[in-house]
């Protein structure tokens, strides 16, 4: 699944937010779960950080990749998560608005 979502920020301040908030990003995940929920986090080079969350069993990979006037945000759902793939996109969508924002 890919979500675009656009922005007027330009690469080094979406970079810059991101990496602020990386840190707490395994609490945030859990409290948006509501469990125990890990994220690793690693960035490949200046623009494209790649993510694993797992959680309840399930694995979900994902990228995200700056763009001057974009950030794409590539998530890989399992099989047994289809269920799932709206709120996920929601989430990804109203998370990567705030950091937007």
Same mark, same amino acid.
């Given at each position: ?9 330009? =690469? ?13 990003? $395994? ?10 929920? *890990? ?22 990979? $994902? ?6 006037? *974009? ?23 109203? =998370? ?6």
């Amino acid at each position: 699944m890919r979500v675009t979502l656009p922005h007027t920020l330009g =690469k080094d301040e979406v970079r810059r937010r991101m990496e602020s908030r990386l840190g707490r990003a $395994s609490e945030k995940a859990s409290n948006l779960i509501g469990g125990m929920a *890990q994220v690793e986090a690693a960035w490949s080079d200046a623009d494209h950080l790649t993510m694993t969350v797992s959680s309840m069993g399930f694995t979900v990979p $994902s990228a995200v990749t700056i763009e001057e006037t *974009q950030l794409l945000f590539d998530v890989e759902i399992p099989a047994g998560m289809g269920f799932a793939r709206g709120m996920i996109e929601t989430m990804v969508r109203e =998370k990567g608005q705030k950091l937007l924002g």
